[in-house]
């Protein structure tokens, strides 16, 4: 049979790739198209000496203190596809396969040590620094998806902060990082790291040449070391999908905005808005993040599928933001398929209330080009607010009701 579809497309634009003196991340989370995606916030924290936090199929020892946090996650699991931390750091993953061979045991997954990256750095290579310790010492492994039948890979990681962003790629415990300083980058399911290595794991190269993949000799390219001879069907998918982000990104070089990120994210001509049989676009992030410590971050998530359908709505981190539960999934406790043993053994509804007026409403006769175009007109005039309101040209409202706010609209706007 043939696998599924797969995909995932990360994006950063840094001055002088944007228009203005922002750095502006972006990225799709690719995955089953049932599979529901829930927007999360989660308050700093601090925690006892010796506590332990439990993630998606194992326990870690917990830090003392932890980040505020907002997360697009697949309901299910612990961790995050995506998310941004209140210092400004944005991190999305990748699944990629590599000659390293996945491990069946349950570790930490992708999305776990998204979370971890965000909840316990505070910049971009603070975050690069937890994620490959943890990497080291606890491994990654576990089912990335909901269903009793194995499914599992390696990651690809974009960390991004107001100054700078770094691609960090996994082979195992193995992995090697990049520094990107200015311009345009994407990454997607594929290994992309040449010779641009700025940091590495301490026994990468010995490992490499040790099994015969590397000579020791010249210069030595992560990618072309580690991918693999006979790559999944859905990494060679993945080729026509990088090369398609990556002219989208160069034809907007020096022009880069959120609305232009987001229209990135919709393109389905590249295939990076997917929408297969088994695959879709699940949930979409784009974030502004200025250069001036003095300005507000910005965040928008759909929380819905399929950005060319769905509204991008903002998330500002403030002393009054809360929690939004028209984008949380039910919660199931100790009775969900994924905490009991045998693990995904039945099926339970993660729909949350937006999630369902999103679905009806573009199920229902009434759906169509209409609903679309107003609902982009007012996502339009948002945006322009949001960019007004960074220039200081006007104030801005009640931050920390915006996000709630305008899923609260979208609903009712649904409805």
Not at 287 to 304: E, G, K, Q
């Amino acid at each position: 049979m043939a696998e599924p579809p797969l995909s995932c497309d990360c994006f950063v634009s840094l001055p002088p790739g944007s228009k203005e003196d922002y750095v502006i991340f972006g990225k799709n989370s690719d995955r089953p198209r049932d599979e529901v995606q829930e927007v999360v916030f989660y308050p700093a924290s601090s925690h006892a000496p010796g506590s332990m936090v439990e993630c998606t199929y194992i326990s870690i020892p917990q830090a003392e203190h932890t980040h505020a946090v907002v997360l697009s996650r697949p309901a299910w699991l612990w961790g995050a596809e995506m998310g941004a931390n209140e210092h400004g750091v944005c991190i999305g993953n990748e699944a990629v396969w590599t000659k390293e061979p996945v491990d069946p045991e349950e570790a930490l997954l992708g999305m776990d040590l998204v979370r971890l990256g965000l909840e316990r750095g505070d910049s971009a290579r603070a975050a690069l620094n937890v994620i490959t310790g943890l990497l080291e010492q606890h491994g990654q492994g576990g089912a990335c998806r909901e269903t009793p039948e194995p499914f599992s890979y390696h990651n690809t990681f974009l960390l991004v902060d107001r100054q700078e962003a770094w691609v960090l790629e996994t082979a195992g415990k193995l992995w090697a990082a990049q520094k990107v300083t200015e311009g345009v980058k994407n990454i997607s399911n594929q290994l992309t790291i040449g010779t641009e290595i700025c940091v590495e794991h301490a026994e990468l190269r010995a490992v490499a040449q040790a099994q015969g993949w590397w000579s020791g000799e010249g210069d030595f390219s992560f990618s072309a070391v580690f991918s693999p001879d006979d790559p999944p069907a859905r990494m060679e998918m993945a080729k026509k999908r990088y090369m398609g982000g990556t002219a989208l990104l160069q034809q907007h070089n020096g022009s880069v905005t959120a609305e232009v990120m987001m229209s990135i994210l919709r393109d389905k001509a590249s295939g990076i808005c997917m929408d297969s049989e088994g695959f879709c676009t699940t949930g979409s992030m784009v974030s502004i993040l200025p250069r001036n410590p003095d300005m507000p971050c910005v965040h928008f998530f759909t929380a819905t599928p399929d950005p060319s359908r769905s509204v991008f709505k903002p998330f500002i981190f403030s002393e009054s933001v809360r929690s939004v539960s028209m984008v949380m999934s039910p919660q199931y406790g100790p009775d969900d398929p994924v905490r009991t043993q045998p693990r995904f053994q039945h099926q339970v509804d993660r729909k949350h209330e937006l999630y369902k007026a999103h679905e009806t409403a573009l199920t229902s006769p009434d759906a169509g080009v209409s609903l679309q175009e107003t609902m982009r007109y007012l996502e339009s005039q948002c945006l322009e607010e949001i960019e007004a309101m960074l220039r200081g040209e006007i104030q801005g409202q009640e931050l920390g009701d915006l996000f709630f706010d305008c899923v609260d609209a979208e609903i009712k706007f649904y409805q």
